[in-house]
Each structure stands twice: as structure tokens, then as C-alpha cells.
């Protein structure tokens, strides 16, 4: 397993081209199951969970035809999914155990197949990550479903039927499933307390260029009218909020001075209202940010994760990392998942004072340094946060178990080294 090397102490300074959305790209890829006719995604990132459902649509019959192309000033995928007539419609353990995403299959192939095998997911090290909402939606909507060994086994008898649906949380998985699988039931479908996350928005926004009939985007009530049949199209994917929330915490961590390219200031409020608050310079440009901490003192800020429009969960461990050196303390709560405080006991071995409140909340006291250490962690966020503190700790930072980042972050060593940070990848025989 590889490992990332940091020698801390340079502040960042520069440009950061921000790459398409993994999150947005995963339940759009999977879009394509809805039609037999070619779909070409573009603005996908180089990741290895890309690369996993990819493997995931192989094994169901998908053609897949991948290009690197320059767009919006680097170099992206574009990759065509075409599924005439897929030959397998079981999702396995194998495939979905390395990649909980893998379930986006769940909703597209019971709509347009009538039956779906999908390994059942299981927790993961954020949480215990249930699916009770896909399935009781499903079930709604006329499907039969039972565990069988492991696997979720969902039929439908003729098509999947409309119907009304209140999630008890405003799951964004089970939202992006229900809707495409609703985009090909009989009748109208209504979803009350969907997610209203930027990514639900961009899948609707490709359903309905595929013909689907969804009206509500960016509310927590959407109505989708089925139709018969989805056609091939092609769409760009938005850009990743997340991977943006996360360089912004770079420039100011590090009191340097970021541009941010391809990014869309109001998917990042609430984390934009933050780092002004704890005293950095964010101003919005053409197509990005501006992340200004050159002059800032840096003031801790408490933090209480939410549904969009709320402080997302994906932001929460970097944005600690920051109040480690912050002056003061700040409060930080998890509000999303039940176990997503693994990076603590890592940052406090870097000299960080953090106390830990049952399972939600944190108090972060801002120390005057951290100092470095070797570091891993269980999660793709939380592995960033590890970085972060690296890039401002004394001393050299190894952060082991970089498959991590590989997941969720593309080219990471170049975008940090091309602004100026001391970083590099250790690569260990496998
Ligand atoms: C998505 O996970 C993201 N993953 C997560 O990002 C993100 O943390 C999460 O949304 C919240 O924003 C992808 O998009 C691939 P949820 P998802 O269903 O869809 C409860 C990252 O780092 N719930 O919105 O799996 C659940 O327990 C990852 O990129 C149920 O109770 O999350 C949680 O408390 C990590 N029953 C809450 O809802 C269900 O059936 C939100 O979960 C489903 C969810």
C-alpha cells in the first residue's frame, strides 16, 4: 500500500483546477442502465471508485468507451455506457463490499428489467449506513423484496408503480435511486423530505435530458411522472463541492492563497460562511474562489454537520483539522453519521487537543503547532483531514493507507505539489 509523504511548514500558493464530482458521477453513471441506448458522461475524475463501478457495469454487460479530454483547463474522462441488453442483473458482493455505491444499480435495473441481486452493502467505518429506505421505497412502489444469503432479491410484475413517499431522513442514496427508479413506473411518484444536494439536482437534471418528467430539483418535494422509455444523451457532470471545501481548508490551514477553478461558490455556503467567520478572505470569481488566509488569525468556529444547505458531513474532518491551530475553541457536532470522529485520535497524536462527547461532538482548543507523525485513518475524508494537518505540522508526515484518497481525490500529489507544497507519494510493492 502506498504511502503519502509531507513535510510541513509551506503555504500554498496558486492555481487548484477542481475535478468533476464523484458523488454526482457515481449515481449518473449508473443512470444509464435506463436506457438501451448510448450514454456519455463527461467531466468524470480519475478514481479508483470509478473504476470500481465500472468494473461493476463490465460484469452486468455495459460497453464502456473511455476518453482523456482538456476541459475547463485539465484533462478529464468522457466515457460512453452503453447497455443494449445487459447480461447479468446481479450486483455481487465482491464488487459491492470494495464500493457502496455499487447499489446506485439497485433502483435503474429493477425499473427497466424487473428484477435486481444486489449484495447488501453492510456498515462501513463512518457507520452503520442502512438501505431501509430504498427498499421500503421500492416496496411502495410494488416491488417484492427479501434477503436472500446476503443479497437484496427485488422483483416487479409489470413495471414498478407510482406512489407516495415520505423518507424518515433525507437520504441522498436512497433519493438518487427511488428517482431514477420512478423515472420508468406507471404513473406519478412523489417523494416528500427528499435530499436537495447539488448532485440530486445534476442527476435530475440528465433524467429529464433522457426524457424523464421530474419536477421539484433543489426542494425536499419531487414529482416524477413516469414514462415509457429513457433515450441516450450525453451530459457533464458538475464539479466536486467537496474536493473544493477541501482545498479551501488547504490555503487557510497552511495561511496561504488558493484559486479555485470550477467551482460554484453557492454549492459551498455554509463552509464559505465558516472559514470567514474563523477570518479568511473568500471572494468568488468567474468560474471559482478566491481563498485569501495570507494575512488572516485564524478564530475557531463551531461546526454542526446537516442536510444541504446545512455543513456537509464530507467537510467535517477537514474543517477540524483547521480548528486544531485555530485561536480558541470550537465545538464540533456530527449530526450524519454515528462514527466520524476516527480522525481524532490521529490529529491528538500530532499534538492536537480534542475531547470527544459521546459519538456527536467534539471540543477542538487551537494549539500553537502540531507536530508531525506517521498517521492513518479508515475513511476518505478523514484521510484528507490527515493530510492537512501534515502540510502544517512540524516536521515529516506519513500518512499511511493512501487507497483512501485514491477513492475520492484525483492527482492529489500534483495539485498540492503545483502549489507549492512538500509532498510525495512512497510507493510500496503491493
Ligand atoms: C452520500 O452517502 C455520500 N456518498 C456520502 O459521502 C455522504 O457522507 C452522505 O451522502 C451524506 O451527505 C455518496 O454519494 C456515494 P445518506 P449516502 O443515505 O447516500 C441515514 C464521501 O466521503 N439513512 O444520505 O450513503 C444514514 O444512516 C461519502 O464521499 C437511513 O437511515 O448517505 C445517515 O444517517 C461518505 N436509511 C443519513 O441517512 C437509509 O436507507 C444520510 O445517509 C439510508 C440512509
Redesign the pocket.
Known sequence: MDKIKIIGGNPLFGKVYISGA??TA??IICAGLLTDEPVTIQNIPFLSDIKSLNALLLQLGTQIEEKTEERNGHLTQTITYHTPEPTSLIAPYDYVRKM??SYYVLGPLLAKYGHVELSLPGGCA??????????TSLEQMGAHIEIKNGYVVADTAGRLKGAHITF???????T?NILMAATLAEGTTVIENA?K?P?IADLIDILNKMGANIEGANTSTLTVHGVDKLHGVTHEIINDR?EAGSYAVAAAITKGRLELINVRAEHLQSPIDILRKTGVTVEPTDNGIIVDAQNATLVGQDIYTD??PGF???LQAQFMALMCIANGAAMVTES???NRFMHVPELMRMGANINVHGHASAIVRGVDKLSAAPVMST???ASFALILAGLVAEGETIVNRVYHLDR?YECLEEKFKAVGANIERIKEPD
Open positions: 464523484k458523488n457515481l449515481p457502496r455505491a463512518i457507520g452503520a449506513r442502512p438501505m431501509d429506505i430504498h427498499l424518515h431522513s433525507a437520504s441522498v442514496g436512497a438518487c435530499a444536494e448532485e467537496i442536510y444541504y456537509p458531513t464530507d450524519i453519521w454515528e475513511d476518505l475524508r475520492g
